[in-house]
């Protein structure tokens, strides 16, 4: 049973910085496309970030430059840092596992629960 766990999440001050992780468990972890995403209300979910097994990344323009994924196959944990923290980015946030390189939410089989991250003015 695939089971993705989501950790980090806060209350943070605009320009603050916080650090999620997912850990992983019942999924070929160093061979997964691992993603983060993130769904503010009323809003659809959106991309934010993916990162392949061989370590190569890719941003949303809207987190570039501040946001950084990461992985560490060694602990079946993937991260994201979070720096410059902005009001718009405040979402529930949802790691993911897809088969494939994409950035697609409908191709990610496997989801967390999601952490919320709020971001104060």
């Known amino acids: 049973q695939v089971q993705l766990v989501e950790s980090g999440g806060g209350l943070v001050q605009a320009g603050g910085s916080l650090r999620l992780s997912c850990v992983a468990s019942g999924l070929p972890f160093t061979s997964s496309v691992l993603g983060w995403f993130r769904q503010a209300p009323g809003k659809e979910r959106e991309f934010v970030s993916v990162?392949?097994?061989?370590?190569?990344?890719y941003y949303a323009d809207s987190v570039k430059g501040r946001f950084t994924i990461s992985r560490d196959n060694a602990k079946n944990t993937l991260y994201l840092h979070m720096n410059t923290l902005k009001p718009e980015d405040t979402a529930v946030y949802y790691c993911?596992?897809?088969?494939?390189?994409?950035?697609?939410?409908?191709?990610?089989?496997?989801w967390g629960q999601g952490t919320q991250v709020t971001v104060s003015s």
């Open positions: 993911a596992a897809a088969k494939i390189w994409t950035m697609s939410p409908d191709l990610f089989g496997s």
């Open positions: 990162i392949s097994w061989i370590g190569t990344t």
